[in-house]
């Protein structure tokens, strides 16, 4: 068993993920998605600069560097702030399990960004994997309610779709950001406590600007309910899900742990239909096993 908790770990992290999103989908019927976030990073960043303070002996990691902060920083604002304000309205419109596996397109992006920034090669294989998920996406996006005649996606349906969009290429650029911040070997874990300073930072100076803050906690305060399952989230996700995927790359190889940890959507099939009551056909599930197998070629060659 100990010779494969890379792996377990990687799976653990997909499961972290799929909860994260059914939560902060519920979360998302009491209050806005900017209220969600805003929240949301507050709590994330307590429960990471806490870990940080126990394992790295400081809150912060002050000596990081001014050009460490500055891609690190710019990647959370990019990746985090904007991103997952995207990617809850996405699961507003659309529901969890279509928002998670748009996001599968994100490794799609980054590969892509990558052979074009950084003369990363991308092979045969590569290709074809790319063609498999946008392929698979495309199908299940494109899949037609019962008795409905054509291909009209309905106006919510085509709302959360560019919201999803929105989320996915936020997170691409993030990551390709953060790559330049992590050059040299600098840990994970403070990385991930820059980027969610700074995406928290920036949101609410935003927020004090536009003198919402007040309103953020009036609406909190109303819908008392909805604070725990942020918290949930926030433990979920940011905290245990990036733990542990963390964790799974440094016991596993590469490209079986990114594959592993990007099974959300196939965890989200069951919980989708019996939670949320979403039905949907066999189109549906051959598609996001058509784009998981992308994602999982893309990441194996």
Not at 74 to 92: E, K, P
Not at 189 to 200: F, Q
Request: with cysteine; hydrophobic share 55%; charged share 10%.
């Amino acid at each position: 068993m100990a010779a494969y908790l890379g792996e377990l770990a990687a799976l653990t992290t997909s499961a972290c993920y799929s909860g994260s999103s059914v939560l902060y989908t519920f979360a998302g019927r009491k209050l806005s998605a900017l209220v969600i976030n805003r929240i949301r990073l507050i709590l994330a960043v307590l429960l990471l600069v806490s870990v940080h303070w126990v394992f790295q002996g400081a809150p912060f990691p002050i000596k990081a560097g001014l050009s460490r902060w500055f891609w690190l920083g710019t990647s959370g604002i990019i990746g985090l702030a904007m991103g997952d304000f995207f990617l809850f309205r996405a699961y507003q419109s659309i529901g969890p399990r279509l928002s998670s596996l748009m996001m599968s397109l994100a490794p799609i992006l980054v590969t892509l960004m990558a052979w074009m920034f950084f003369d990363e090669a991308l092979g045969s294989l590569s290709l074809l994997g790319i063609a498999l998920t946008v392929g698979g996406i495309a199908w299940v996006i494109l899949e037609r309610p019962a008795g409905q005649i054509g291909f009209r996606v309905p106006a919510e349906r085509l709302r959360g779709i560019l919201f999803g969009l929105g989320a996915t290429i936020s997170q691409a650029v993030g990551v390709i950001l953060a790559k330049e911040g992590l050059v040299g070997g600098f840990p994970a874990v403070s990385a991930n406590v820059i980027r969610m300073i700074c995406a928290m930072t920036a949101l609410w100076v935003f927020t004090l600007f536009q003198k919402q803050a007040r309103q953020t906690y009036e609406q909190a305060r109303k819908q008392p309910r909805a604070v725990p399952l942020i918290l949930g989230g926030a433990i979920l996700g940011p905290f245990l899900g990036v733990s542990l995927s963390l964790f799974s790359l440094q016991r596993a190889d590469a490209g079986v742990a990114s594959t592993l940890s990007s099974l959300a959507p196939i965890f989200l099939l069951p919980i989708s239909y019996f939670i949320f009551k979403e039905r949907f056909g066999w189109t549906a599930i051959l598609g996001t096993m058509m784009a998981l197998a992308g994602v999982a070629l893309l990441f194996l060659v």
